[in-house]
């Protein structure tokens, strides 16, 4: 969720508000992004990730092993792995979860990012070779962080667990599999260490985020164009019993992939724009989810942004306009329930 200024603050404010004040005010932040979502009518919420410096950085809270520093390009924070990964503090998520459970008897959502994902963004050929000569070895390391992570998110009660995966998704891109020796491999090296955070631990219910960086078009970043089929076969390996998959991206495909993947696989349908500015009403929402219902079951079918609201510490997006989006979102669901009677 978008961040208003006074969360951003309590983030990354240099002031002299003591540790109690901050975590009473980050608390009453949730509060109320809670209560947003609420009485916007969305079944399944989540805190907005407001107590994270960033979606993907939150792995520096788990284990040691990071140097936390800023972005010189565009002052974002910027986290780059500089020596062996070892855990630091297991449960940072996890009592995010614990807290939303306190306030509210809607269902939660969880959010990690995928190993794969932090490899990408966090392993840099200067400054993390001394610890991490390979950086497949880094994101190996990632493993049992987050698998740790997961199984206490378990224990917390989450009720869906969700893996952010925008690295495997770039495989969708023909530009992007160009710049692979093996494109399939390096897919399949993703999936692989996914299934290794999932696996045997237990029966929670995991979802993969296949993110196309929608988030990214408040900040100028490039879409990645091409259809899911090109990761189809990696699609049907995960582990995983949803998937999130952006389709207002321009460039995104058609709905018709929908047709070869497993069965029992639900599908969290990117069916609201997260562009900022742009507020799909919801019969244009409901219209996008008839057109995947004529291809698979639409009980299969869970309503979903394409990706999250706020793209990135640095973006200014209004949290009014969320509100407005998840309220479409909710109203397009209230529509599609009568006609097709779940």
Known sequence: MPRPDFVKDLIFGDDEVSAEDRQNRMDAAIRYVVALQEQAGIDVITDGEWRRKSYIGVIAELAHGFELSTNPSDGRPMTVVVDKLSPKTPGFIAREIQFVQSITSKKIKATVPSPALLGERMWDPDKSSHAYPDRDDFVRDCVPILRREVELLIEAGADIIQIDDPHLCLFVDSEVRAGYDDPDKAADFAVEVVN???????????????????????????????????????????KVDHLTMEFTTPGAGDFEVLKNLREDLEIGLGCVDVTPGQIDSSEVIADRVRQAANVIDP??????????????????VPVDEAYQKLRNEAAAAAILRKEFGG
Not at 299 to 316: E, Q, Y
């Open 196 to 238: 290794g955070i999932i696996e045997g631990t237990g029966d929670a219910k995991f979802a993969e985020h296949l993110c196309r960086r929608a988030g990214g078009r408040a900040r100028g970043e490039v879409g990645h164009q091409g259809g899911f089929d090109a990761i189809l076969d990696q699609l049907n390996r995960l």
């Open 299 to 316: 009980k299969r079918i869970t309503l979903n942004p394409d990706c999250g609201f706020a793209p990135g510490s640095g973006a200014t």
